[in-house]
């Protein structure tokens, strides 16, 4: 009689302890706590096992694209898309990717021959006025979007790229007036600035965090998630009492966020609240135990020798003990 076989997106690995599935988790783990090195290797190992998911080369491109670059990114987006033709994300990678590679130059020069045969061609004014804002022609880029507001009013994002050229533009109260008309027009206004939010916490431009956090708050103080981002943010920027106010919140709205708890107690460490951090690490290792292992892994490979060695010892010690 022929055994029955299970269909399953991710093959068995028969050679490795973990599956294809063990690693990608395992990956997305490291992902959040930033040590991309190590995600990347992961995803490698998942992506030997089972070559053409998706989820694993899309994920692996988008870690490349941050801590490698553009060209080591390139092929596996390209491959995401020839797997899938229709996959959006890979395709706005790999044309940002592909802005990226080819000079500045070269790219206006196509924007401007495209709009001087259509000058109605929304996309490609709201195209070149993000690229005239990355040239700081802010007068240039304030311009173009205007005029894609006047063809199509009801896309938000223009609103937010003519908001940002105002801004640097020092016209303060127009550029809070822009963000207010990109409110109206869309019913998805605050899902639209957390993504500009995940994108300057993932460049590492922590006072844009805190700027589009706080905006976020102030439009719906329940959005949750925004007070990690910005705890994290003030985190970075040496504020550990902000950054631990925003992380207590964060935990009062989702009690089982462990990295919440981990990077509360490592602003507790740098204010020397050692008690404090110890609690906040118990609970952290009894909420997941991978995550606690991979934090303090990282923390191990990033601390300076001379910086809270002794502390950093103190708590492990007596976390392996009382566990």
């Known amino acids: 009689m022929k055994k029955e076989t299970t269909n399953s997106s991710v093959p068995e690995n028969k050679n ?4 294809a599935l063990d690693y990608y988790n395992r990956a997305c783990k490291r992902e959040a706590i930033r040590d991309y090195e190590h995600a990347i290797k992961d995803l490698d ?3 030997i096992i089972d070559p053409d998911n998706i989820d694993f080369l899309f994920k692996r491109g988008k870690l490349k694209l941050k801590y490698l670059n553009s060209y080591a990114a390139l092929l596996d987006y390209e491959k995401v898309i020839k797997i899938n033709p229709d996959h959006n994300e890979a395709h706005y990678h790999l044309n940002f990717i ?11 020069e196509y924007l401007n021959d495209t ?3 259509n000058p109605e061609y929304r996309d490609e004014l709201e195209k070149r006025g993000l690229l005239k804002l990355k ?16 063809i199509n009013p009801w896309i938000w994002d223009v609103y937010t790229g003519l908001s940002e050229a105002k801004r640097l533009n020092k016209d303060v109260k127009e550029s809070k007036e822009a963000i207010i008309e990109g409110h109206k027009v869309s019913e998805y206004s605050i899902d639209n600035l957390y993504k500009y939010t995940v994108f300057y916490f993932e460049e590492q431009k922590y006072e844009d965090v805190i700027r589009f956090c706080s905006l976020i708050l102030k439009l719906n103080p329940n959005r949750f998630d925004t007070y990690y981002l910005r705890g994290v943010s003030n985190f970075e920027l040496e504020k550990y009492f902000e950054a631990i106010e925003d992380l207590s919140s964060m935990i009062n709205f989702n009690p089982a966020s462990v990295l919440s708890y981990l990077k509360r107690g490592s602003a507790k460490i740098k204010l020397k609240d050692r008690y404090g951090a110890f609690a906040d690490f118990r609970k952290a290792l009894a909420l997941d135990v991978e995550y606690f292992d991979l934090y303090f892994e990282k923390v191990n490979s990033d601390i300076k020798p001379e910086e809270f060695a002794e502390e950093m010892k103190f708590f492990l010690q007596h976390i392996v003990i009382n566990n």
């Open 135 to 150: 040239s700081n022609d802010y007068i240039g880029a304030i311009d173009d979007f205007d005029k894609a507001i006047i």
């Open 98 to 108: 592909y802005s990226k590679i080819y000079h500045n130059t070269e790219v206006m």
């Open 115 to 117: 709009l001087e045969i």
């Open 45 to 47: 190992k998942a992506i």
């Open 16 to 19: 490795n302890t973990l599956s």
